[in-house]
């Protein structure tokens, strides 16, 4: 279970990349903490906490919002 899930039960998480996604966004974008903080509390390198960002935006991007956090998208 994602931080973002654990602390607002009835939000959503992305189901199209995982909980791992949810919590660079929510640490990084909600939080606001530096990426040096993001990769702390997620336990992942600086470079991977960024990574995980641009994989997680570039789906949002790509596929649209709604469809990212059903799952929809990569099996079509």
Same mark, same amino acid.
């Given at each position: 279970?994602?931080v973002?899930?654990? *602390?607002?039960? &009835?939000w #959503?998480?992305?189901a %199209?990349?995982? /909980?791992?996604?949810v919590d660079? %966004?929510?640490w *990084? #974008?909600c939080a606001?903490?530096s990426? @040096?903080g993001? +990769?702390?509390e997620c $336990?992942? /390198?600086?470079? !991977? !906490? *960024? *990574? #995980?960002? @641009?994989v !997680?935006? @570039?789906? !949002? &991007?790509t596929? $649209?919002? +709604?469809r990212?956090? &059903?799952? &929809? $998208?990569? +099996?079509?």
């Amino acid at each position: 279970m994602s931080v973002l899930e654990q *602390r607002h039960p &009835d939000w #959503y998480s992305i189901a %199209l990349l995982g /909980s791992a996604y949810v919590d660079v %966004l929510f640490w *990084r #974008y909600c939080a606001g903490e530096s990426w @040096d903080g993001v +990769a702390r509390e997620c $336990g992942m /390198s600086e470079k !991977a !906490a *960024r *990574r #995980y960002a @641009d994989v !997680a935006i @570039d789906a !949002a &991007d790509t596929y $649209g919002i +709604a469809r990212t956090m &059903d799952g &929809d $998208g990569m +099996a079509e």
